[in-house]
Every structure is written in C-alpha cells, then in structure tokens.
C-alpha cells in the first residue's frame, strides 16, 4: 500500500522560501513509470499541478510557476522535496504530494492514483 505524507513548516513570511517534504512509503520514488507530484489548493479555489519529479529524476514544472518552483528528491530516504521562493501571501493553500503514473516519457497530468493528506502553508507576516 503506497502511503505519502507531506511535512514542513505550516507558516512561511512572504518573501521567504516555502520548504516541503513528501515520505513515501510502500512504494519505491524510483520505481518505473511513477511521477512524484506537487499538487496546491488555495482556499476556494481548484487543484493546481505545480510539478513533479520522475522515477528517472527528471523534473517538470508547471509554466506558471516554474521560475521559482524546485523539486528535488533523496531516494535513500523515498522522499522529495518541494521548493517554492520568494512566496506572497497568494501562496496560501493546502499542499500535496501524490503519485502520478505516467509513460517512460510523460505523467498523465491530474492522474493522481495516490495522494497525500495535504498540509496547510499559510504565508503571512
């Protein structure tokens, strides 16, 4: 059973680096042909892919948030890593990691088969 649990830090000041971790349990992050996700919603508001790190270690990036947006992983640990800098308070929303499965090449983008609880950022001052 492929468990995902998202962790850091529930306040971050605008400005400031947004850090969260995804321990994945159940499931190798290298395993073939999985995609490891960031997925945000801010309150009222839809889903929004934010990007995903694959089996291989590539990494992709929504357009809209790429130029701030980093993802990383350690696969001694099966986890990964969400970087978001220089945050504003549109920031705000629940954060998820999930599974994605995809091709050798690509995710199925909103294909999520597994998903974490989510965790509440709140970027404020």
């Known amino acids: 059973q492929v468990q995902l649990q998202e962790s850091g830090p529930g306040l971050v000041k605008p400005s400031q680096t947004l850090s969260l971790t995804c321990t994945v349990s159940g499931g190798s992050i290298t395993a073939n042909y999985y995609y490891w996700s960031w997925i945000r919603q801010p309150p009222g508001k839809g889903l929004e892919w934010m990007g995903a790190?694959?089996?291989?270690?590539?990494?992709y990036y929504s357009p809209s948030l790429k130029s701030r947006t980093s993802i990383s992983r350690d696969t001694s640990k099966n986890q990964f890593t969400l970087q978001l800098s220089s945050v504003t308070p549109e920031d705000t929303a629940v954060y998820y990691c999930?599974?994605?499965?995809?091709?050798?090449?690509?995710?199925?983008?909103?294909?999520?088969?597994?998903w974490g609880q989510g965790t509440q950022v709140t970027v404020s001052s």
């Open positions: 790190i694959a089996y291989s270690g590539s990494t």
């Open positions: 999930a599974r994605v499965p995809g091709t050798p090449i690509l995710p199925y983008y909103y294909g999520m088969d597994y």
